[in-house]
């Protein structure tokens, strides 16, 4: 079991930023992803940006120069830097793992970008 517990959401305006945290329960270092994806209301939800186990970063073509993916091993920690927000990147984020073939998900940390 992995638990994840995500922190910095919050309301900001177009053209601001904002940072996520999302801190497991246990080691990251064995982890085949960990990252980062959103829901917004209507919508799939969607990879935003993470690290695979080799550890290259994927990231979604909208966030592409704005959002950064980062992780602190010795903290069990990732983030998510976002810069330059949009109204179209309101969603609930969810930090997400995969490990041995299962998924795990934080309890989601809502971004609502005002135009």
């Known amino acids: 079991q992995v638990q994840l517990v995500e922190s910095g959401g919050g309301l900001v305006q177009a053209g601001g930023s904002l940072r996520l945290s999302c801190a497991a329960s246990?080691?990251?270092?064995?982890?085949?992803?960990m990252g980062w994806y959103r829901q917004a209301p209507g919508k799939q939800r969607e990879l935003v940006a993470g690290f695979t186990s080799a550890g290259s970063t994927n990231y979604a073509d909208s966030v592409k120069g704005r959002f950064t993916v980062s992780r602190d091993n010795a903290k069990n920690t990732v983030y998510l830097q976002m810069n330059s927000l949009k109204p179209e990147d309101t969603a609930v984020y969810y930090c997400?793992?995969?490990?041995?073939?299962?998924?795990?998900w934080g309890q989601g940390t809502q971004i609502t970008v005002s135009s």
């Open positions: 997400n793992v995969l490990l041995l073939g299962t998924y795990f």
């Open positions: 246990r080691s990251i270092f064995r982890f085949n992803f």
